[in-house]
Nanobody, 123 residues
């Protein structure tokens, strides 16, 4: 089971740090990704990390503002988001898949999903 947390209301230009924790299993041998879905829009990837190698993927839209990291001891993945904009408002989900092949960027490639945490950025 995945638990995403850390969302909330923040003013434009502010920062948030989201957390993804797994209960009942570890992230070893998994890719962990953050996706977001705004109202009326498709779910899109924000960042991904491969637990074993530490390989990180960011789409161009996230580069420079988003940092994904992992804590091996706590079995958690963090995503730091800076310089937030109103258009970053969305429900943010963490998801995992077994680390097979390349790190995938499409939601359909991920098997396990957390419940989502709402990020609201006010202007």
């Amino acid at each position: 089971q995945l638990q995403a947390s850390g969302g909330g209301l923040v003013q434009a230009g502010g920062s948030l740090r989201l957390s993804c924790a797994a209960s009942g299993r570890t992230f070893s041998s998994y890719d962990v990704a953050w996706f977001r879905q705004a109202p009326g829009k498709e779910r899109e990837i924000v960042a991904a990390i491969r637990w074993t190698s530490g390989y990180i993927y960011y789409p161009d839209s996230a580069k420079g503002r988003v940092t994904i990291s992992k804590d091996n001891a706590k079995n958690q993945v963090w995503m730091q988001m800076n310089s937030l904009k109103p258009e970053d408002t969305a429900v943010y989900f963490c998801a995992t898949r077994a680390s097979i092949g390349s790190v995938l960027t499409a939601p359909r490639g991920y098997d396990y999903w957390g419940q989502g945490t709402l990020v609201t950025v006010s202007s």
